[in-house]
């Protein structure tokens, strides 16, 4: 699930110039498996509001009541256009401080606010009830990912008594970026040295995945979530500072992305609502 302020994947905030993030919002959900379902209805600026605690997209909300973040979720799946409801609850074991640049100019963020948390998952569909390990983190950015990045990799594994995160990022310019983590239940972080690179499958579209792990036996993709001409979610099994586990791992390829006629085809995976007009906005706004 991904609340977007300013959707950075949308060919309709690209052709709109980026000037506007308010205007070009959308929850994406994805439920994977038997009678899965796929969310990414863009809105307009009418039908968002938000305050410190509450961020509000269409008919779906996100809120923070100092202990649990709770999304409730109402939207409309594409291409089967039957309504997808549900709540999901994500309870951090600590929150982190920990923000990353992930360029040397400080223009993209990273946030793991709660890289260990448990998560209640409750749906209107058969099969979609669940409790376990969660995950919640944010980024922001002051340019398009296209513009700064080639591609980049990153996976978070759930151990015994940390969650380790591995983030690897190649600019455009400049050295590329190795980062591994630690995050206990207490809400301490650990800086690691990044183990050595290990090689994953290309997706059915062909982007590469990559991660990191310990020496000896090769990470392997468990399960495919979700497999775009630029972009590639997967559950993995690996091995990382002696904890061995499923993590889920990404792959973006911006060079993909940036293709024109790749940015046409999402106009037909991510339908836009414009929803009640709004005064024209302040210059410089960021996206989330």
């Known amino acids: 699930m991904i609340f977007f302020i300013g959707s950075v994947f949308s060919p309709w905030y690209a052709w709109a110039g980026r000037r506007d993030p308010l205007d070009h919002c959308c ?6 498996g038997p009678g899965g379902r796929w969310t990414m209805t863009e809105r307009g600026a009418g039908e968002v509001a938000r305050d410190a605690r509450r961020l509000r997209i269409g008919r779906s909300s996100l809120e923070w009541d ?8 109402d939207e409309r799946a594409f291409p089967h256009l039957d309504r997808v409801r549900g709540e999901i609850a ?9 923000e990353v640049r992930l360029d040397p100019a400080g223009r993209h963020l990273w946030r793991p606010y709660a890289p260990r ?66 995050f206990d239940d207490a809400g301490g972080v650990q800086r690691l040295a990044p183990p ?14 990559a991660t990191r792990a310990d020496p000896g036996p090769t990470p ?5 979530l979700l497999d775009a001409p630029f972009y590639v979610r997967s559950a993995i099994r690996t091995r990382i500072g002696g904890e061995t586990g499923l993590a889920m791992h990404e792959s973006l390829d911006l060079d993909r992305f940036a293709n024109p006629l790749v940015r046409a085809a999402l106009a037909f995976r991510i339908p836009r609502r414009r929803g009640r007009p709004r005064p024209a906005p302040a210059q410089d706004g960021r996206d989330a």
């Open 27 to 32: 929850v994406n959900v994805l439920l994977s």
């Open 66 to 73: 100092g202990g649990t973040l709770t999304a409730r979720l």
């Open 90 to 98: 994500i309870r951090p074991a600590a929150l982190s401080d920990v």
């Open 117 to 182: 948390a448990q998560a209640e998952v409750a749906f209107a569909r058969r099969g979609f009830e669940w409790r376990g390990e969660g995950y919640f983190d944010a980024n922001a950015g002051a340019r398009p990912l296209e513009r700064d990045f080639r591609r980049w990799h990153w996976s978070c594994l759930h151990g015994r008594d940390r969650s380790t995160c591995l983030y690897e990022v190649e600019p455009r310019d400049g050295a590329p970026l190795s980062l591994a983590l630690g």
């Open 196 to 209: 050595p690179p290990a090689p994953l499958p290309a997706g059915f579209w062909r982007v590469r995945r």
């Open 220 to 224: 392997r993709t468990a399960r495919t």
